[in-house]
Structures are given as C-alpha cells and as structure tokens.
T-cell receptor
Framework: AQSVAQPEDQVNVAEGNPLTVKCTYS??????LFWYVQYPNRGLQFLLK??????LVKGSYGFEAEFNKSQTSFHLKKPSALVSDSALYFC???????????FGAGTTVTVRA | ETGVTQTPRHLVMGMTNKKSLKCEQH?????MYWYKQSAKKPLELMFV???????ENNSVPSRFSPECPNSSHLFLHLHTLQPEDSALYLC?????????????FGPGTRLTVL
C-alpha cells in the first residue's frame, strides 16, 4: 500500500519570503514522487518529479524539492514566493512496481502582497 | 493542462439522467486516466486505460462506465448517479502507465447531481 500525507491544509506567506509545502509518503518499494499545482477552475499542472539520482530536484516556476529517503519526505520549496504562486498544491507518490499514483489531500498556499 | 481537453466543462444532471463526459488528448500518449476530485480529499483514481485496454477499475460503482475507443479518446458514461457523486472529474494522460512519466491533466468537468 502507498500513501501521501500533506500535514498542512493551508500555508500563508508574505511575498518575497521563502515558501515550503510539506509532504511525507509511504510506499513498500522505491518511490516516484511528484508535485502538482492546481489553480481555480483548472486541472492539475505538473511542477517537478523525483525519479532517481540527485536528491534535489528543480522544476517549473522556480520551485524545487528535496527527496529525503530516511525521513520519507519530499518537501516543496521556493526561495522567494510570488502572489501568483497562490494555489492548491498536491504531492503524489507511485511505487515503481505499481501503476497507481496516490495523491495527498492538498495544501492551499496563499501569498499576500 | 494544454494537450488534454474535456467536455463539457460543467454538467448538471438529475439522478435519473444519462450523460457522458468526454476526454481527448493530443499528446500521442498511450495511457489515460479518470480521477474524481472532491473538496478537501485526495484525488481518487477511478479507471486506467493503457493502449485502449482497461488496466484497473478501482472499485468504482457500476453507475460509472468508462469507454476508450482509441488511445486519444476516453469517455465516462454516467447513469442513475447520486448527489454524493457531485465532484470535479479529471482526465489525465501519460506516455505509459509504467516508468516515471508524469501525467498531464485536463481542466476537468464540474458535475452536479441534483
């Protein structure tokens, strides 16, 4: 079985400050890890993924995430948040031997000007 | 979102109606998916198709019936739905269901069951 936990329903930051969205996961084997973002009335947009190799992954719009196997975490970060980063963020995991992609419940990010 | 289209974008139906949701991907992908998104809950995988063959029916009630006539099109046929089926239904595609490829999502159909 596999699962994802996003412990914060909501994250509020000021524009220009660092942004972190937390994600922990559970899989029986080795994971593929993903972050998606959803803007109002839109589908999910892919941000970045960890497949193998370097634990620090860089993605779209200045986002990055660090894979930490010992802590089973894959937190999303951005050094300087923008108001336009306000959206709903989803972490997802898939066991390499499974077809099913499991999502967290999502974290709403609000960046205030 | 670009590359995967869904119609209609909004649908209101009664419990006795029959309707269909349509998804089309223009990316040349071989795998397509239906998800249900309800407020404050994780996305629920409903169906997976690979090269027009159903890989998984994830314990979905029979009032939801998928159809994949070719690798570019995916339908979700709806009949005798319940109010709790009201949600955003998302279609996605990927090059393959295997490997580490990301999925590309459509904008969704907002379904309201009265």
């Amino acid at each position: 079985a596999q699962s994802v936990a996003q412990p914060e329903d909501q994250v509020n930051v000021a524009e220009g400050n660092p942004l972190t969205v937390k994600c922990t996961y559970s899989v029986s084997g080795n994971p593929y890890l993903f972050w998606y973002v959803q803007y109002p009335n839109r589908g999910l947009q892919f941000l970045l993924k960890y497949i193998t190799g370097d634990n620090l992954v860089k993605g779209s719009y200045g986002f990055e995430a660090e894979f930490n196997k010992s802590q089973t975490s894959f937190h999303l970060k951005k050094p300087s948040a923008l108001v336009s980063d306000s959206a709903l963020y989803f972490c997802a995991v898939r066991d390499r031997d499974d077809y099913k992609l499991s999502f967290g419940a999502g974290t709403t990010v609000t960046v205030r000007a | 979102e670009t590359g995967v289209t869904q119609t209609p974008r909004h649908l209101v139906m009664g419990m006795t109606n029959k309707k269909s949701l349509k998804c089309e991907q223009h990316l040349g992908h071989n795998a397509m998916y239906w998800y249900k998104q309800s407020a404050k809950k994780p996305l629920e995988l409903m169906f997976v198709y690979s090269l027009e063959e159903r890989v998984e029916n994830n314990s979905v009630p029979s009032r939801f019936s998928p159809e994949c006539p070719n690798s570019s099109h995916l339908f979700l046929h709806l009949h005798t739905l319940q109010p709790e089926d009201s949600a955003l239904y998302l279609c996605a595609s990927s090059p393959s269901w295997q490997g580490g490829q990301e999925q590309f999502f459509g904008p969704g159909t907002r379904l309201t069951v009265l």
